[in-house]
């Protein structure tokens, strides 16, 4: 019992000295050692590393879940060490919906069929998301998060330590000052002030042990820094990889819709045999298209019906068969390759530039194409318009 009192005790007065030195320090009244160049810079690059470590584990936390109480949740689950749910993604959620949408609209129809292509797409962007966020927070968030709960939490407490280490030291460095003080004025040898030097041994000695062991750890921020640019290296592969997937999906997706825009447009629908609509007229052409491409002189556009060929029809619109106008031709350069779906259609390569103009009767989203001796139907989205 009277040994805790006394430990008690003389922990009371170890804090007592600190707070009476650091106080001192503060206000300007005390003596204070000063740590060497190198060893501060050690610190503020340590203070950087620590900082900036949090702000991008936190933002890149937000790039992967910008739902915040998903965020929590996530937190608590690591915190009580168990695994978290499996969480469906926006994308697959909106390809059950899409999906769900096409079987109560028919997926024989263009709209259902259309719901159908879309949704498949949008679940396999979700897919490449959960697959990206996986991989993005094993080999990126973790390295960091294991930084900030390990590393850096024992480079903070041997901080601390030394901290104390040096208000001790600078402590005892006061009370020599004043023991020799008090020895000069009584002109005589002072057992205080061989006290005071040997307590000045003692945590100089205990100082220097800490700033060696402190020292030892700030200089390991250099492998942090060599392990962090690993894991950032892994993290934009795995970002690389994703957006290359979706760019591929849409692509492929685009031109699944642009090869079924004749057959969803045409006038008659495929497969609807109640369809008796006529195909668009040749003043639906868009706003761009309709000022800047001239057209061949008109000629009366004959509606279609189900099962009955309609040559003159075919043979205006057969690009073959028909000549380019005598003028007012454009330049468009191609953005996205383009397979034709049969011989009257164009295939296309990203950033070849080719001739178009447009023909009455034709769907307002094709134009004619012509490159060298080869001419077909080509798609206005695939095109740059050019002046």
Not at 271 to 291: C, D, I, Q
Request: proline letters at 5%; hydrophobic letters at 40%; glycine letters at 6%.
């Amino acid at each position: 019992m009277d040994f805790n009192v006394k430990k008690l005790a003389s922990d009371a007065g170890v804090f007592f000295s600190r707070a009476m030195q650091f106080t001192e320090e503060k206000l300007g009244q005390a003596e204070k050692t000063e740590l060497d160049a190198h060893f501060e810079n050690l610190l503020a690059r340590a203070d950087f590393t620590k900082n900036w470590t949090e702000k991008i584990l936190r933002q890149t936390e937000v790039l992967l879940q910008p739902n915040p109480s998903a965020r929590v949740e996530e937190f608590l689950y690591e915190k009580l060490d168990r695994k978290v749910p499996s969480r469906v993604t926006n994308g697959e959620l909106l390809a059950q919906y899409m999906t769900e949408a096409a079987n109560d609209f028919g997926p024989g129809t263009p709209y259902g069929k259309t719901l159908i292509k879309v949704g498949e797409t949008q679940r396999r962007l979700g897919a490449a998301e959960r697959d990206f966020i996986h991989s993005a927070s094993i080999n990126f968030l973790t390295p960091l998060r294991n930084f900030l709960e390990g590393d850096w939490r024992t480079i903070s407490k041997e901080r601390r330590i030394l901290q104390n280490r040096r208000l001790d030291l600078d402590a005892c460095k006061a009370r020599l000052k004043k023991a020799k003080a008090a020895e000069a004025k009584a002109a005589l040898w002072s057992d205080e002030v061989e006290k005071a030097e040997h307590e000045l041994r003692l945590t100089q000695t205990e100082f220097d042990r800490q700033a060696e062991v402190t020292r030892l750890l700030l200089e390991g921020i250099s492998s942090t820094h060599v392990n962090h640019l690993r894991c950032l290296h892994e993290f934009v592969e795995s970002q690389t990889n994703y957006y290359a997937q979706c760019y591929q999906y849409m692509l492929d997706l685009q031109k699944q819709l642009g090869s079924s825009k004749g057959e969803i447009f045409s006038g008659t629908f495929v497969g609807n045999a109640e369809s008796t609509s006529p195909p668009p007229a040749a003043t639906s052409l868009p706003a761009v298209a309709a000022a800047t491409l001239p057209a061949v002189p008109t000629i009366p556009v004959v509606p279609t019906i189900v099962g009955v060929p309609n040559t003159m029809a075919e043979s205006v619109l057969n690009p073959n068969e028909v000549k380019p106008p005598a003028s007012g031709t454009r330049k468009a350069r191609v953005l996205y390759d383009y397979e034709a779906a049969d011989s009257t259609e164009l295939a296309l390569l990203a950033d070849e530039m080719i001739t178009v103009y447009s023909l009455p009767g034709m769907d307002p989203d094709w134009l004619i194409g012509e490159r060298g001796n080869q001419k077909g139907k080509v798609p206005v989205t695939y095109l740059e318009l050019l002046s």
